[in-house]
């Protein structure tokens, strides 16, 4: 029989609420004979109030020997900005070699999109996740006075661009329209935008059936936003990548049901699976927060460890959930429980 050993990192404000209700959902779809062992980690606003931490390299090494993370939501205001951000996210997604940073964008049924008409939205998001302009790479010379420079280099290695692109177009190719599109920025930055492009017509060789195309990524924002049917999936940098999703999240029905990973898909680290939003500290408590995301990143954490009959049962559970939902108003933990009962049945 097998067994799922995960971490969860429940953080801050909602974060707490959603991810229970996830862990709820997690535990009601696995068979009888998978056993679901959870340790809790907590990480996050308060741990950072109470000892300066945000990650060591001692939790570092707890969080390696688990089969995969679920993380709520991380951040306080109480925080100066930066800190939780690079101290706990961005250092974990290094620190696993998160590199293939995976944004689905579906348009459910009975989900609101402010476009006109209801498009047709299934495209999914391949965001690099260890390079770009992340990597902190720069620096300023004569700070504070008016001949003040800062630089932020965006690092870009054959290595990290051709394992990203090639992630990608196992992806289009395992989809039904088989299609890839490239977004970046190659007319401006040439050096980047020319490895990118390059190692991207190299990898289309060996994916002859796969349809490639290419976007500026500001080209892509007009595109996101007249015509989102044209996509299916896109491979972009780090830096367009975020950038692209939170749009993609607002145009398929917004943050409540925008869910992502952070991949390894080496499985040398394990890989972590978290809602697109935030941790909404003024609705914190309140059980009004949406579990959706946080459940639909518990499919994609699903289909991860292999288990892709269960992920679909997910999926599912959430179309029926959001179709039949209407007008109605129900609690964190009822959307939890109602949909814990439709993956159960
Ligand atoms: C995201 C977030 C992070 C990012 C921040 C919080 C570091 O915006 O997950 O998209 O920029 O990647
Ligand atoms: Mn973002």
């Not at 959603?18 to 741990?47: I, S």
């Not at 309140?286 to 699903?302: E, F």
Request: a negative charge; zero cysteines; proline letters at 5%.
């Amino acid at each position: 029989s097998h067994s799922i050993n995960l971490a969860v990192i429940p953080g801050d404000g909602i974060g707490q609420e959603v991810v229970a209700q996830g862990l709820k959902v997690l535990a009601a779809v696995l068979p009888q004979d998978v056993k679901l062992e959870t340790e809790e980690y907590d990480f996050g606003a308060r741990r950072y109030h109470a000892t300066g931490e945000t990650l060591t390299d001692a939790d570092l090494d707890s969080l390696k020997k688990h089969d995969a993370i679920l993380l709520g939501a991380i951040g306080d205001p109480s925080v100066p900005s930066g800190v939780l951000e690079r101290g706990f996210l961005l250092k974990l997604r290094f620190a696993f070699d998160h590199h293939v940073n995976l944004r689905p964008s579906k348009l459910l049924p009975g989900v609101a999109t402010p476009l006109a008409g209801q498009p047709e939205i299934d495209f999914v998001v391949v965001r690099e996740g260890t390079e770009g302009p992340y990597t902190g790479n720069g620096g300023t010379i004569r700070k504070g006075t008016p001949h003040e420079v800062a630089t932020e280099v965006s690092v870009n290695t054959a290595f990290g661009v051709e394992r990203v692109v090639r992630d990608a177009f196992a992806r289009a190719q395992a989809r039904p329209r088989k299609k890839l599109t490239l977004v970046h920025k190659n007319n401006v930055l040439t050096f980047a935008g020319h490895l990118w492009t390059d190692t991207f017509h190299k990898v289309a060789q060996e994916y002859p059936e796969v349809t490639t195309d290419y976007l500026h990524v500001d080209a892509a924002t007009i595109f996101l936003v007249t015509d989102p049917a044209r996509f299916d999936v896109i491979v972009t940098d780090n830096l367009f990548g975020d950038i692209i999703t939170d749009l993609a999240a607002a145009v398929s029905g917004g943050i409540g049901v925008a869910a992502s990973g952070n991949i390894n898909p080496s499985r040398e680290f394990p890989s972590m699976f978290e809602p697109v939003h935030g941790s909404a500290p003024d609705i914190a408590g309140q059980g009004k927060a949406d579990p959706t995301a946080t459940v639909l990143s518990v499919a994609l954490l699903l289909r991860h460890l292999g288990y892709e009959a269960e992920a679909a049962r997910v999926e599912k559970a959430v179309e029926a959930d959001l179709t039949e939902r209407g007008a109605t108003v129900r609690t964190t933990d009822e959307i939890g429980d109602a949909l814990a009962a439709r993956v159960a049945s």
